[in-house]
């Protein structure tokens, strides 16, 4: 059964930094494409960022250059360096596994990031 | 990148109802559109993909069609444990997904 664990949420300052980790079981992590997304509360849910399996990151416009996804296929660990951080930013932030040419098909259940003074 | 728009936003239906809901894209997906359902305080899971193929577990009252710009999620007959927010999903732009503003879907 795959298990996705997400952690690092916390309260932070804006303009402070923040490193989400994501703890994987139960499938091939190296083999599958990873990704990030987040949901503002009450809002809908937005594509952050997805890691390849080469390693090759993409992101969205909104967190270009301030984001940085990376991967530990040693340690079956997924990551998200966040910088610079915004009021905007406020969101659950949800690790998913991408099905192969297909959509992400599990999620953990999301860890909290609040920014805010 | 490729905006998509459900509707209606909020629905309201009674358990034994047959219930619709559209998702169009700003663009073409290719039928690579899939559906999410999301319960308060759960993570999405994932119903349908590929517009029309059903995830393993999920029940066959749970059906999708479209092609093109526009597609449906349709719940046969409605039952107590389908209520919750449907999302629509495109990854056409793999990997840049993009999801619909959702579906409320409540007990009348």
């Known amino acids: 059964e795959v298990h996705l664990l997400e952690s690092g949420g916390d309260l932070v300052q804006p303009g402070g930094s923040l490193r989400l980790s994501c703890a994987a079981s139960?499938?091939?992590?190296?083999?599958?494409?990873m990704s990030w997304v987040r949901q503002a509360p009450g809002r809908a849910l937005e594509w952050v960022s997805t890691?390849?399996?080469?390693?090759?990151?993409y992101y969205a416009d909104s967190v270009e250059g301030r984001f940085t996804i990376s991967r530990d296929n040693s340690k079956n660990t997924l990551y998200l360096q966040m910088t610079s951080l915004r009021a905007e930013d406020t969101a659950l932030y949800y690790c998913?596994?991408?099905?192969?040419?297909?959509?992400?098909?599990?999620w953990g259940q999301g860890t909290l990031v609040t920014v805010s003074s | 990148d490729i905006q998509l728009t459900q509707s209606p936003s909020s629905l309201s239906a009674s358990v034994g109802d047959r219930v619709t809901i559209t998702c169009r894209a700003s663009?073409?997906?290719?039928?690579?559109l899939a559906w999410y359902q999301q319960k308060p305080g759960k993570a999405p899971k994932l119903l349908l993909y590929?517009?029309?193929r059903l995830e393993s577990g999920v029940p066959s009252r749970f059906s999708g069609s479209g092609s093109g710009t526009d597609y449906t999620l349709t719940i046969s007959s409605l039952q107590p444990e389908d209520f919750a927010t449907y999302y629509c999903?495109?990854?056409?732009?793999?990997?840049?997904?993009?999801f619909g503003q959702g579906t409320k879907l409540e007990i009348k």
């Open positions: 998913a596994k991408d099905r192969r040419a297909g959509p992400p098909d599990s």
């Open positions: 139960g499938f091939s992590f190296s083999s599958n494409a």
């Open positions: 890691i390849f399996v080469g390693g090759t990151p």
């Open positions: 663009q073409g997906v290719s039928n690579s």
């Open positions: 590929a517009t029309s």
């Open positions: 999903q495109q990854y056409y732009r793999t990997p840049r997904y993009t």
